[in-house]
C-alpha cells in the first residue's frame, strides 16, 4: 500500500477533493480518485470526506494508493462446497472468511480464484464487471451463492434479482430482546456520510431495502432470528438490525463488538471471542433454474461457530 501525503497549498482557490487528487496523483484519474475517496483510502485532516469537499488552505490530504489488481484473477486449487452444478450454474455453500471476487486487498484466495480452478466451463468469469457473480455476500458471512456458468444464466439470475423474485433467508444471532415477534424493516440504505466503510440508512442518497424478520429463539443476552430479504443492498441485514439496536453479535463494525462487555458467561463470551465474525449464515437460496425454468431451493445447516453457541445457550437453559 503506498501512501501520499499532500499539502492544500497557500493562495489557492478552493478545489473539490476528488479533483485536488487527480491533478496532484499522475497515476491517478479522477474516477480512480473518485473510488479511493468512496472506500476510505483518502482522508482530510485525519478524516473521511467526500468527493465534493471543498478543501482550503493547509489541509492536510492523505492518499493510500492499493497495489493495482490483476484484471484477470488466478485460478487456485482451493477447496469449496459445492451444493449443486449443471452446465448453467454453480450453487457453492461459502465458508466465513472467503472474499468472493478480487478485489483492492483480496487479490487471491476468493471464490472466483476457486471457482475458476474448479469449472473448465465458466463463460467470462473474473473480468473486470464480474461476470458471472450476480450477488455477493460479505466475507465474513457464510452461506448459499448462486454463480452464473453462462451468459444467458447469468442474464437470467441478474433480472431476478433484479425483480425481488429469488428467495433468500438468513439467520442471524442479534444482541438483546426484540419486542416482537415479527416485524418488517423498510429504509433508504446508502453509502455512511462520515464512516466510508459502512452503509447506513441515514445516507442522503440511498436506496430502498427492505427486510421481514421473525424470532425463532430467545435467550437471555440475545435472539435468533430469521430474515428473509425482499431487496439486496450492501449490508442491509447488518444496517437494519443495527439502526434497530439489535447488532449481530460479534459485527465489529455495526456496533456488536460494543455489547460484548455486557456478556458476563464467560464461556459464552469467549466462544464469542473465538467465532471472530459476525452471526450470519444465508441459510436458503431458492430460483427458478435459468434454462430450464424449474424453481431450485437449496439450504444449509449453521455452520459450527454459530451452532456450537446456540448449543450452549440451548443446553445453558436445561
Request: aromatic share 4%.
Amino acid at each position: 500500500m503506498q501512501t501520499i501525503e499532500l499539502i492544500f497549498p497557500e493562495e489557492t482557490d478552493q478545489e473539490r477533493l476528488d479533483s485536488f487528487v487527480a491533478r496532484s496523483v499522475p497515476e491517478l484519474t479522477r474516477s480512480a480518485a473518485l473510488r479511493l475517496i468512496e472506500t476510505g483510502h483518502i482522508t482530510v485532516n485525519g478524516k473521511p470526506q467526500k468527493p465534493s469537499l471543498k478543501l482550503r488552505a493547509g489541509d492536510a490530504v492523505s492518499v493510500e494508493v492499493p497495489p493495482p489488481v490483476p484484471a484477470e484473477p488466478q485460478a487456485e486449487e482451493i477447496p469449496i462446497e459445492i451444493l449443486y452444478e449443471d452446465p448453467d450454474v454453480v450453487v457453492i455453500n461459502k465458508g466465513a472468511g472467503m472474499v468472493v471476487h478480487p478485489g483492492a486487498g483480496n487479490q487471491d484466495g476468493t471464490l472466483v480464484n476457486a471457482l475458476l480452478a474448479h469449472c473448465t466451463d465458466l463463460s467470462g468469469i473474473g473480468g473486470e464487471l464480474r461476470p458471472g457473480i450476480v450477488h455477493r455476500i460479505d466475507k465474513d458471512t457464510s452461506g448459499t451463492l448462486v454463480v452464473a456458468k453462462s451468459d444467458r444464466a447469468h442474464l437470467s439470475l441478474a433480472g431476478q434479482f433484479k425483480e425481488h423474485t429469488i428467495k433468500r433467508v438468513y439467520l442471524a444471532l442479534v444482541y438483546g430482546s426484540l419486542k416482537e415477534d415479527k416485524g418488517r424493516i423498510q429504509s433508504l440504505i446508502g453509502r455512511h456520510p462520515v464512516e466510508r466503510k459502512k452503509m447506513s440508512g441515514k445516507a442522503r442518497h440511498g436506496k430502498e431495502a427492505i427486510t421481514h424478520w421473525r424470532v425463532v429463539a430467545r435467550y437471555p443476552e440475545m435472539t435468533l432470528v430469521r430474515l428473509r430479504l425482499e431487496t439486496g443492498r450492501t449490508h442491509q441485514i447488518r444496517v437494519h438490525l443495527s439502526e434497530s439496536g439489535h447488532p449481530l453479535v460479534a459485527d465489529e463494525l455495526y456496533g456488536g463488538g460494543n455489547r460484548l462487555s455486557g456478556i458476563k458467561d464467560q464461556t459464552l463470551k469467549q466462544m464469542i471471542r473465538d467465532m471472530g465474525r459476525h452471526a450470519l449464515h444465508a441459510k436458503t437460496l431458492g430460483f427458478l433454474h435459468p434454462v430450464t425454468g424449474e424453481y431450485l431451493e437449496f439450504d444449509t445447516e449453521l455452520p459450527e461457530d454459530m451452532a456450537g453457541i446456540l448449543a450452549y445457550l440451548d443446553g445453558r437453559g436445561e
